[in-house]
């Protein structure tokens, strides 16, 4: 919102206005502009604040919405921003686009999509989701790369329903819960082989190797059993988990650890420790590091 401060002696009548609420009705959803009025000592304050309500994601949205061919010479659609809770009706794209961007709305779930074979990439950036349909692969079947930065994604094992989509090379999950989990790399290393980038980092041979060792044989499955866990669905009148709150002196330990990281994927990593309170430099840390560097 913007204010407007006038000198009351210079007020016209007109303006001595409580509020005023100003309604532009779209095929999408409503924008709502409210101009507020107060009086305060010698001077008015004019307050604009405008609201754009969640919308739905229809035909005529996907018909409307920028379309254009980006950088690497992909077309693009832009869905980005409208607060769109829900995926449906994208049949009515007709299979034009290379990339989707869905970024910056309130999506949960990915579902929901008809057959796209010409779709590659898929950008949902500063969303919720918190979890993926099974057989993603028979929906998209040409798939490369899904980007999830800032969602809601929190167990391992909820990226298992990705390993079916043997196109997938390209992975983002920067600024979700699950990368503080212990052995978080290795373990997308492991369960998706043919990844080639997580976190916009080149996944190395040593990685490979050292997510072979660490869940190799009847240990390693043990491993990926006691790991490997997929978030509860929830249950309406069910009990929502309390937020973790570190201790002062563990909240002291991650920002030592921030202060003293030597790379910005170990600095976003401590950063989402901090907010989910997680201690770094457990036990099961310090033994990833060992199997990265072949110890």
């Known amino acids: 919102g913007s204010e407007i401060v006038v000198p009351r002696d210079l007020a016209r009548p007109c303006d001595f206005l409580f509020m005023r609420i100003v309604c532009a009705q779209s095929k ?7 101009f507020f009025c107060s009086l305060k000592h010698k001077y008015l304050y ?22 254009y061919t980006n950088p690497v010479r992909d077309r693009e659609l832009t869905l980005r921003g409208y607060k769109i809770p829900v995926l449906e009706n994208l049949g009515a794209t007709l299979d034009q686009f290379d990339t989707i961007d ?19 990439t898929l950008l949902f950036n500063n969303n919720r989701v918190s979890r993926i349909t099974e057989n993603l692969e028979e929906s998209l079947p040409n798939l490369e790369t899904l980007i999830l930065t800032n969602n809601n994604m929190r167990e391992l094992g909820d990226i298992d329903v990705l390993s ?3 196109t ?3 992975l983002s999950l920067l600024g979700n819960p699950i990368t503080t989990k212990e052995h978080y790399r290795l373990y997308i290393v492991h369960t998706l082989p043919n990844l080639r980038l997580l976190d916009f980092r080149k996944i190395k041979q040593k990685e490979r190797d050292a997510a072979q060792r660490l869940f190799k044989g009847k240990r390693g499955a043990n491993l ?14 069910g009990n929502i988990p309390e937020k973790r709150v570190a201790p002062p002196k563990d909240v ?17 990593r401590l950063t ?14 310090k033994e990833e590091m060992m199997e990265v560097n072949g110890h």
């Not at 921030?258 to 600095?267: M, P, Y």
Request: hydrophobic letters at 35%; proline letters at 4%; charged letters at 25%.
């Open 224 to 237: 990926i059993r006691q790991i490997g866990q997929k978030s509860n669905t929830f249950v309406p009148g």
């Open 28 to 34: 999408f959803g409503v924008f709502q502009t409210y």
């Open 252 to 268: 002291e330990a991650i920002k030592r650890a921030i202060v003293n990281a030597k790379s910005l994927e170990e600095v976003e």
């Open 46 to 67: 004019f307050r604009c604040v405008s609201i754009y309500k969640m919308v739905k994601l229809t035909p005529e949205l996907i018909q409307q919405a920028q379309q």
């Open 164 to 166: 079916t989509v043997k």
């Open 102 to 120: 869905f970024s910056d709305n309130d999506i949960r779930k990915l579902d929901s999509f008809p057959l796209l074979k010409r779709l590659k």
């Open 168 to 170: 997938l090379s390209t």
């Open 272 to 285: 989402q420790m901090l907010r989910t309170g997680q201690v770094p430099g457990g036990a099961g840390e």
